[in-house]
C-alpha cells in the first residue's frame, strides 16, 4: 500500500524546513504547504520486477504541477512530495486536484498519510488536527527557536524523526560492542566514525540537538564495552567517571 499526497497549510514554513523541502527558500511568502508522500495502487500491481516506487516515479507529476500550479512551489523525492500553497482553501484545492490526478493515473491516495498539515508557530496559533509531517526522515513540527540576542520563539522546524531515531538505536544494539572486548578503541572508533558521521551530517544538518540521544546511547555503550575490557573500571564509579571525561569528547 502507497501514500501519495500531504498538504500543509496555515502557516509558513521556517527557513530550515524550507531549505529541506525545496533546496533553498523559493517558499518565501507561501504559507500554506502541500505534501504528498507516496503515491498508492490499491487496485493494481505494480509489473513484475519493477516495484511501486519505480512506477510511480514515471508518472510526470513534475511537470502537471509546474504546468497547472505554477504559484505552489513543492519538492518531491521518488513518490514522496511536499507542495505550498497560500490559503487552507488553496490546500484543499490542490489536494483534491493530486487526487483526482491520481485517479485518472489508476491509482489513489492513502486516506490517512495524505491529507492538509497546519504549519504551526508563533505568528500563526490557530488550531487544527494535524500539525506535524514526516519527509525524508525529517519531522517538520512546531518547535523552539532561539536568536543569538536569546530571544526565544515558536517555528516551523525539521529535526530527526522518531523512526530514524529508533532505526538507528536498533543499528546501535545490533552491533554488540560490550562483546567486543579483543579490540582496542582505535579499532572501534575506524570501524564505527564513518556510519556516526554519516548519520551526523545527514541528520545533523537540521535541530542538530535531537541527535544527543543517539550518541548519548552510543557512548553508553562504549562504557559498557570499558567495563568489560577494563578490570579497574568494573567496580570503581570514579574511575569509570574520569576514563569517560577522558575518552569521551563531546563538541
Known amino acids: 500500500m502507497l501514500t501519495f499526497a500531504k498538504v500543509v497549510w496555515g502557516a509558513r514554513c521556517g527557513k530550515s524546513a524550507r531549505r529541506v523541502l525545496l533546496g533553498e527558500t523559493r517558499s518565501r511568502g507561501h504559507a500554506y504547504s502541500v505534501r504528498r508522500r507516496r503515491e498508492s495502487a490499491w487496485t493494481r500491481q505494480a509489473p513484475h520486477g519493477l516495484s511501486s516506487s519505480r512506477l510511480v516515479s514515471t508518472i510526470p507529476f513534475d511537470g502537471w504541477m509546474q504546468r497547472e500550479y505554477p504559484q ?7 513518490d514522496d512530495a511536499v507542495a505550498h500553497c497560500r490559503s487552507k482553501s488553496g490546500a484543499e484545492r490542490l489536494l483534491a486536484a493530486i487526487a483526482e490526478r491520481m485517479k485518472k493515473c489508476k491509482l489513489e491516495m492513502h486516506p490517512e498519510k495524505s491529507g492538509i498539515v497546519y504549519c504551526k508557530d508563533s505568528n500563526r496559533r490557530g488550531n487544527y488536527s494535524r500539525t506535524q509531517f514526516t519527509f525524508l526522515g525529517y519531522t517538520f513540527r512546531p518547535r523552539r527557536a532561539r536568536e543569538g540576542s536569546g530571544k526565544c520563539w515558536t517555528s516551523f522546524l525539521p529535526a530527526v524523526s522518531a523512526a530514524a531515531i529508533k532505526r538507528m538505536h536498533q543499528r546501535i544494539r545490533e552491533w554488540h560492542i560490550p562483546r567486543q572486548t579483543s579490540v ?33 546511547h552510543f557512548d553508553g555503550r562504549l562504557l559498557q564495552w570499558a567495563r568489560r575490557k577494563y578490570r579497574n573500571l568494573r567496580c570503581n564509579v570514579r574511575r569509570r567517571r574520569r576514563w569517560r571525561e577522558q575518552t569521551l569528547c563531546y563538541t
Not at 505552489?72 to 521518488?78: E, I, N, S
Open 72 to 78: 505552489c512551489p513543492f519538492a518531491r523525492y521518488a
Open 184 to 216: 582496542e578503541l582505535n579499532e572501534l572508533a575506524t570501524h564505527y566514525n564513518p556510519t556516526l558521521r554519516g548519520w551526523l551530517n545527514y541528520y545533523g544538518h537540521f535541530y542538530r540537538s535531537a541527535l544527543r540521544r543517539i550518541f548519548f
